[in-house]
């Protein structure tokens, strides 16, 4: 038998037993409605504009000390509910040593796409010790944070799939659905091999120390129901039930998903994150009884001025409280989608301060 707080092969987890975060992700009462942002160690605080001057985006992400320090900024600023760690969904492809690059203004550029049977074959495996930069940042984080949880993450099969295919990021992800319908046999082999790789991932950060984990599937959002069931689902499946034991809760989220929210339900995660588009108390009937959501205010809506802000919080808040009647067992407040570069911090501050009064 596995003692309390301990997890077979683990270390001993932090006790958070009053993190409202956590609370509300495991279906317990948690003090306060907890909130975060994701994105919100990024672009919009001067203070990350100011630390990452010369420095990479991939260079940072192998950073430790810089890491640590990025994922500690919108806590001492904000003091938002939980941290989330400072890095990017292409960072365990690039550890394991595929050739790409974050390119500014564009994003993730891959150098030798993923087109062939023979392309996936040559595909290499994650192994823990290429992301021990990120493990040691996992260890600094855990001993600054105090009470405050630590979410790791990464990207979903899918997601991560397309930007290989693509070759970076694509509007129409016309070369992914083409080799998805064309040779299903290659695209089950490619996105095994990267369910691998997520798994890798994940696990990396959880035995570092990581509280929670996020797959956040980006990209699914372009897909129909029936394709995602039929060429995603079943690989998502895999990277959360590689998890389910290890004593974390884990959170799934994809842009655009409104009609796929029940099927990401059935992934297995037992927190589903709702983009904008979608009232909570909608996604509550859509993804059934017995799982906790998270979201869902519009990021543009920070822009419109202080009283719009207020009252799409609380519109969000009673649409929580819903889906709560409706059988959610919990509300993580969050964003939409990512918090947007140019967004003011001190709006973010107010939601957070509000949502706490709520």
């Not at 339900?265 to 994150?273: S, W």
């Not at 979201?295 to 009252?311: H, Q």
Request: hydrophobic share 45%; glycine share 10%.
């Amino acid at each position: 038998m596995v003692p309390q707080g301990h997890t077979a092969g683990y270390p001993t987890r932090r006790r958070l037993a009053d993190s409202p975060f956590l609370a509300a992700a495991n279906g317990q009462t948690p003090s306060h409605r907890p909130v975060w942002f994701m994105r919100q160690a990024g672009r919009s605080l001067p203070e990350y504009r100011a630390i990452r001057t010369d420095v990479g985006m991939l260079e940072s992400c192998f950073d430790a000390e810089l890491v640590c320090e990025i994922t500690m900024q919108p806590i001492r600023r904000h003091k938002v509910d939980a941290a989330i760690l400072f890095s990017d969904i292409v960072v365990p492809l690039k550890a394991a040593g595929i050739d790409l690059d974050i390119v500014a203004g564009v994003g993730p550029v891959i150098a030798n796409p993923v087109r062939s049977a023979a392309d996936v074959q040559a595909l290499p495996r994650l192994l823990p010790e290429e992301v021990g930069a990120v493990s040691r940042a996992v260890g600094l984080l855990t001993a600054e944070l105090g009470s405050t949880p630590l979410i790791g993450f990464a990207g979903a099969p899918f997601t991560l799939a397309s930007y290989l295919i693509e070759g970076g990021p694509s509007r129409n992800l016309e070369r992914t659905k083409a080799l998805m319908h064309a040779d299903p046999q290659t695209w089950n082999a490619l996105l095994g091999k990267l369910t691998d790789i997520t798994i890798a991932f994940l696990q990396a950060q959880i035995a570092a120390g990581v509280d929670a984990i996020q797959l956040f599937d980006s990209w699914a959002g372009t897909l129909s129901l029936a394709n995602y069931r039929k060429f995603v689902l079943p690989h998502s499946e895999r990277v959360l039930a590689e998890v389910a034991d290890l004593g974390v809760p884990r959170f799934h989220f994809g842009v655009g998903t409104g009609e796929l929210l029940g099927a990401m339900g059935e992934a297995g995660a037992d927190v589903v994150g709702v983009d904008w588009r979608i009232p909570l108390d909608t996604a509550a009937r859509r993804v059934g009884p017995g799982k906790a959501l998270q979201g869902n205010l519009d990021p543009a809506v920070l822009f419109a001025g202080s009283a719009s802000v207020e009252a799409e919080v609380r519109r969000i808040a009673a649409e929580a409280d819903r889906a709560l009647e409706l059988g959610a067992t919990g509300h993580v407040f969050n964003l939409g989608h990512g918090v947007l570069p140019s967004t003011d911090p001190d709006v973010l501050t107010a939601v957070v301060e509000l949502v706490h009064s709520l």
